[in-house]
Nanobody
Framework: QVQVVESGGGLAQAGGSLRLSCAASGSIGIINVMGWYRQAPGKQRDLVASLTSGGSANYADSVKDRFTISRDNAKNTVYLQLNSLKPEDTAVYYC????????????WGQGTQVTVSS
């Protein structure tokens, strides 16, 4: 059984920073992708950033140069540093971990709220 647990959300002012953490436990594939998605009210869940176990990162255009994803492979933990926050970053942020075959190895955390005030 795989568990994915996020922490670190909260309230920040515009221009401020937050750091999200996500720890995955259980039988996790060695070669995997860990990432962050977000979903604002009434909108779809979109990719924010992802990072493979080999070190390849991918960012949404809206967060490039502001957010940084990193991970500790030994701990199956991924982090998201959110800097220069904007009100439009307000959303529930979800952690995802997946590996092949994706049909049965795709796990989500419960989500953590990030609220940015103007």
């Amino acid at each position: 059984q795989v568990q994915v647990v996020e922490s670190g959300g909260g309230l920040a002012q515009a221009g401020g920073s937050l750091r999200l953490s996500c720890a995955a436990s259980g039988s996790i594939g060695i070669i995997n992708v860990m990432g962050w998605y977000r979903q604002a009210p009434g909108k779809q869940r979109d990719l924010v950033a992802s990072l493979t176990s080999g070190g390849s990162a991918n960012y949404a255009d809206s967060v490039k140069d502001r957010f940084t994803i990193s991970r500790d492979n030994a701990k199956n933990t991924v982090y998201l540093q959110l800097n220069s926050l904007k009100p439009e970053d307000t959303a529930v942020y979800y952690c995802n971990v997946r590996w092949v075959p994706l049909g049965r190895n795709n796990y989500w955390g419960q989500g953590t709220q990030v609220t940015v005030s103007s």
